[in-house]
């Protein structure tokens, strides 16, 4: 079984930076593929960025490329999200969620893909 917490969410002005950040304890924490999701107010959860659970790949939503990273760190049982350039429209509650290594990679951009989720951290972007 994985605990996840998130923190490193907060009010950050349109075009500035945050960096979320995932604390794993538990057993196996490097056999787990990771992801983000976050939900905004009124919508669903939706997929935001994974990374399989050796780092050889990662995966992000349309809406955050080429401003979000994804990475990890096995040795210290965390998994980060540097958020650049934020715009208002990614204001949300970010959450990390944690799938079976042996997950279907068509899974991995689902929430049922996913075994464990944290609490969630709220993001706020104002314009």
């Known amino acids: 079984q994985v605990q996840l917490v998130e923190s490193g969410g907060g009010l950050v002005q349109a075009g500035g930076s945050l960096r979320l950040s995932c604390a794993a304890s538990?057993?196996?924490?490097?056999?787990?593929?990771m992801g983000w999701f976050r939900q905004a107010p009124g919508k669903e959860r939706a997929f935001v960025a994974l990374?399989?659970?050796?780092?050889?790949?990662?995966s992000y939503a349309d809406s955050v490329k080429g401003r979000f990273t994804i990475s990890r760190d096995n040795a210290k049982n965390t998994v980060d999200l540097q958020m650049n350039s934020l715009k208002p429209e990614d204001t949300a509650v970010y959450y990390c969620?944690?799938?079976?290594?042996?997950?279907?990679?068509?899974?991995?951009?689902?929430?049922?893909?996913?075994?464990?989720w944290g609490q969630g951290t709220q993001v706020t972007v104002s314009s």
């Open positions: 990374i399989t659970w050796n780092s050889g790949s990662t």
């Open positions: 538990g057993r196996s924490f490097s056999t787990y593929n």
């Open positions: 969620a944690a799938a079976s290594r042996f997950a279907l990679a068509t899974t991995l951009a689902r929430e049922d893909g996913y075994d464990y």
